[in-house]
C-alpha cells in the first residue's frame, strides 16, 4: 500500500491517493505489469503455493501460464477509484464525476515503481481498461517501459461505445437520484454485459423461448444478465463505477506520442474496441509496431475467455520482447 | 377507422379493438401493404397534391418513388398498442405487458382487408418490426397475398437484441414506478438508437472531444442522443413502448410455415436482423424465397436513411413480384 499524491492530468490537481500495489515473482526478473478490466483488481493470479483463490487472469497468468509468476515479477495495481483498495479522487463538486483518465492510472502505477525501485518495465500489458492505460503508459513513460501489449483497447473511445456508456451512467445516476443505487448499478452492468460479449456467443448460449409467468415474461437471457448485474453491484459502488465508466470515454492518445514499441491485439469481433478502429490506431502508430488480430466467440472479453489463445498471444510477445 | 374484435394469438382471448388504417391509391390499382418500425403510422407518404406532410417511408413511397400512389394502393394499418389511432388491448394484470405477438399485427390487418374487400395483396412490405409483422404474414395468412418483402426482420429476435430490448423494458418500468415516464422513454430510446444506427455513422458524425462544463462532461453523441429520446418520449406512452418492444421479442416464425414468396433484405451492418441471422433464416426457408444483402452505412435504420438504395430496392421487388 503507497500513500502518495498523484496529479489528476486533466482536473490538474494534485489529489492524496492511496495506491493499492502486488508485486509477485522472484527477486531479480524482469517486471511486467498487468492490468484488466475496471472489475478487475491487483490480483492477476494466485501466488503459487498458497492456495489463495485465482486472479482474474488465473490460467493466462500464473503457475503453467504464459505470465509466470516462477519466472516474471508481475506487478499490478488495484486502479484509483476502483472498488478495491486504492482511494478515489474528490469529487470536484456535488453529483460531478472526476475527469479521471487512463493517464492519471499510468502515474499512480509510475508512483508504485519509484517506491519499489522499479527503473522500468519488461513490458507494460493491459486488457480493456488496462488496454487504454497500457497505450497511455507506452505515451506518457514510453523510457519506462521496453514493450506494451495493449488487448481490447484504443486510442479513444469511439462514439457508439461511448454512446452505451453514456447511457449506463445515466442509469446509475437516475437510480442513485432515487435511493436505488444497487439496482441502477446491476442494470448498467447488464447493459453493459451486450457491450462485453458477443451476438454469436448469446446466440449459443440463450436461444431459448421466453417464459410466460405471473409477473410477465421472461426470456433466458435475463438470468444471465441478472446474474452479472448482481455480482458487480455487490463490488462496485456508484462513484466508482461513474468515475472508471467516464474514464475509458477520456482516453484520448495521440498514436504520434506513443514511443515505447506496442504490439496492438484487437478481437474479432469487439464492441468496445473494434478491429477497424485498433487497425486505425496500428497505422497510425506508424513503423516499430505490431499489431494481431485474434478470433474469439467471446467478444471483448475474448481475452478472459479464451485462455489457451491468450496464452498463445502473451508467450509470443513475452519472447519477442525478450529478444529486443 | 375499424372497430373489431381481435383476438390476440398468445393471450388467446378476444380484445375489442380499434385499428386505424389507411389506403391510398387509384381504384383498381394492386393493393400493397406497407408497414414500418415502432414509430411508424399509418402514413407511409404524403397523398399526391394534398400538401400534407412526408409520411415516414417518403421518397421510397410516394409520388415519383417506387412505391408510387398513382400505381399502387397502399394500405398500411397504425400498429395495434402503438402511439397511433389503433388501441392497444387490455393489460392482463396490472403492471404485466400485454402478450402481442407480429402475429397479432397481422390479424388487425386481415381485418381491415375484409372490412375493405381486398382479398389479396399484391404484396404486404414491411421494414423493422413491419418486417417482422411481414414474414408472419406470409406464414400466417399466405392466401392472402402474392408476395412479402421483409426488410431487417426474421423469424425471431436474437439473444442480444432481446439483451438491449430488456434492459430498455427495464428503464421504462423504473422510471414509470418512480413517475418519471418521460425522461424514462427518452434513455430507453437513446439506448434504442445504439442499435438502429451503425458505429461507423456515429464514428463519422460524433468523434470530437467531450467538453467538460459545470454540471460534468458532455459528449457529442449526447446531443443526438438526447433529441431522439425527447422526439419519442412526446409521442409515445410507456404501455404502448413496453408493449411493442417486448412484441418484437415475441416474434418466432417456424420458416416451415412460410408458403408466400418472401424476398429478405438483409443489412449489413445490422444489430437488430444481423446478416448471419438473416442469412439462416434464407438458408432454412429453402427454395422459392429470395436474399438480397444491402450494404449501408447506417445500419438497421438504413431502410429510412438510404432512399436511392430502397428505391431500387423494392423497385425491383415490385417488378419481379408483378411476374408471379
Same mark, same amino acid.
Given at each position: 500500500?503507497?500513500?502518495?499524491?498523484?496529479?489528476?492530468?486533466?482536473?490538474?490537481?494534485?489529489?492524496?491517493?492511496?495506491?493499492?500495489?502486488?508485486?509477485?515473482?522472484?527477486?531479480?526478473?524482469?517486471?511486467?505489469?498487468?492490468?484488466?478490466?475496471?472489475?478487475?483488481?491487483?490480483?492477476?493470479?494466485?501466488?503459487?503455493?498458497?492456495? !489463495?483463490?485465482?486472479?482474474?487472469?488465473?490460467?493466462?497468468?500464473?503457475?503453467?501460464? #504464459?505470465?509466470?509468476?516462477?519466472?516474471?515479477?508481475?506487478?499490478?495495481?488495484?486502479?484509483?477509484?476502483?472498488?478495491?483498495?486504492?482511494?478515489?479522487?474528490?469529487?470536484?463538486?456535488?453529483?460531478?464525476?472526476?475527469?479521471?483518465?487512463?493517464?492519471?492510472?499510468?502515474?499512480?502505477?509510475?508512483?508504485?515503481?519509484?517506491?519499489?525501485?522499479?527503473?522500468?518495465?519488461? #513490458?507494460?500489458?493491459?486488457?480493456?481498461?488496462?488496454?487504454?492505460?497500457?497505450? #497511455?503508459?507506452?505515451?506518457?513513460?514510453?523510457?519506462?517501459?521496453?514493450?506494451?501489449?495493449?488487448?481490447? &483497447?484504443?486510442?479513444?473511445?469511439?462514439? =457508439?461505445?461511448?454512446?452505451?456508456?453514456?447511457?449506463?451512467?445515466?442509469?446509475?445516476?437516475?437510480?442513485?437520484?432515487?435511493?436505488?443505487?444497487? +439496482?441502477?448499478?446491476?442494470?448498467?452492468?447488464?447493459?453493459? =454485459?451486450?457491450?462485453?460479449?458477443?451476438?454469436? !456467443?448469446?446466440?449459443?448460449?440463450?436461444?431459448?423461448?421466453?417464459?410466460?409467468?405471473?409477473?410477465?415474461?421472461?426470456?433466458?437471457?435475463?438470468?444471465?444478465?441478472?446474474?452479472?448485474?448482481?455480482?458487480?453491484?455487490?463490488?462496485?459502488?456508484? #462513484?466508482?463505477?461513474?468515475?472508471?465508466?467516464?474514464?475509458?470515454?477520456?482516453?484520448?492518445?495521440?498514436?504520434?506520442?506513443?514511443?515505447?514499441?506496442?504490439?496492438?491485439? &484487437?478481437?474479432?469481433?469487439?464492441?468496445?474496441?473494434?478491429?477497424?478502429?485498433?487497425? +486505425?490506431?496500428? +497505422?497510425?502508430?506508424?513503423?516499430?509496431?505490431?499489431?494481431?488480430?485474434?478470433?474469439?466467440?467471446?467478444?471483448?472479453?475474448?481475452?478472459?475467455?479464451?485462455?489457451?489463445?491468450?496464452?498463445?498471444?502473451?508467450?509470443?510477445?513475452? &519472447?519477442?520482447?525478450?529478444?529486443?
Amino acid at each position: 500500500m503507497l500513500e502518495d499524491g498523484l496529479a489528476l492530468q486533466m482536473g490538474g490537481r494534485v489529489a492524496p491517493c492511496r495506491i493499492a500495489w502486488r508485486l509477485l515473482g522472484p527477486d531479480g526478473a524482469p517486471v511486467v505489469a498487468a492490468l484488466g478490466g475496471i472489475s478487475a483488481d491487483r490480483r492477476v493470479c494466485a501466488a503459487p503455493g498458497t492456495g !489463495e483463490p485465482d486472479g482474474w487472469w488465473q490460467g493466462v497468468a500464473g503457475l503453467g501460464g #504464459a505470465l509466470d509468476p516462477e519466472r516474471w515479477r508481475i506487478l499490478s495495481i488495484d486502479f484509483v477509484a476502483g472498488p478495491g483498495g486504492s482511494s478515489a479522487p474528490a469529487q470536484p463538486a456535488s453529483g460531478v464525476v472526476p475527469l479521471l483518465t487512463p493517464g492519471d492510472q499510468t502515474n499512480a502505477l509510475c508512483a508504485v515503481m519509484d517506491h519499489l525501485d522499479v527503473g522500468r518495465l519488461h #513490458a507494460v500489458i493491459g486488457a480493456s481498461y488496462g488496454g487504454a492505460v497500457a497505450l #497511455a503508459f507506452a505515451a506518457d513513460h514510453a523510457e519506462r517501459t521496453a514493450s506494451a501489449l495493449v488487448i481490447g &483497447a484504443a486510442h479513444r473511445s469511439h462514439p =457508439m461505445a461511448t454512446a452505451v456508456r453514456v447511457v449506463q451512467r445515466r442509469i446509475v445516476a437516475d437510480a442513485r437520484a432515487r435511493g436505488d443505487e444497487r +439496482e441502477g448499478l446491476a442494470l448498467a452492468r447488464a447493459l453493459a =454485459m451486450t457491450t462485453y460479449r458477443s451476438q454469436e !456467443e448469446f446466440n449459443r448460449r440463450f436461444s431459448g423461448h421466453g417464459a410466460v409467468r405471473a409477473d410477465g415474461l421472461r426470456f433466458p437471457v435475463e438470468d444471465y444478465l441478472d446474474h452479472h448485474g448482481r455480482v458487480f453491484a455487490e463490488r462496485f459502488d456508484p #462513484a466508482s463505477f461513474l468515475c472508471l465508466s467516464q474514464s475509458m470515454d477520456l482516453q484520448d492518445i495521440d498514436p504520434a506520442r506513443v514511443r515505447a514499441p506496442v504490439t496492438l491485439v &484487437a478481437m474479432v469481433p469487439d464492441a468496445i474496441a473494434p478491429a477497424w478502429q485498433v487497425r +486505425e490506431l496500428h +497505422e497510425r502508430l506508424g513503423r516499430g509496431h505490431r499489431i494481431v488480430e485474434v478470433a474469439t466467440s467471446a467478444g471483448h472479453d475474448g481475452f478472459l475467455t479464451d485462455v489457451e489463445t491468450f496464452r498463445e498471444v502473451l508467450a509470443s510477445f513475452l &519472447a519477442a520482447s525478450g529478444n529486443r
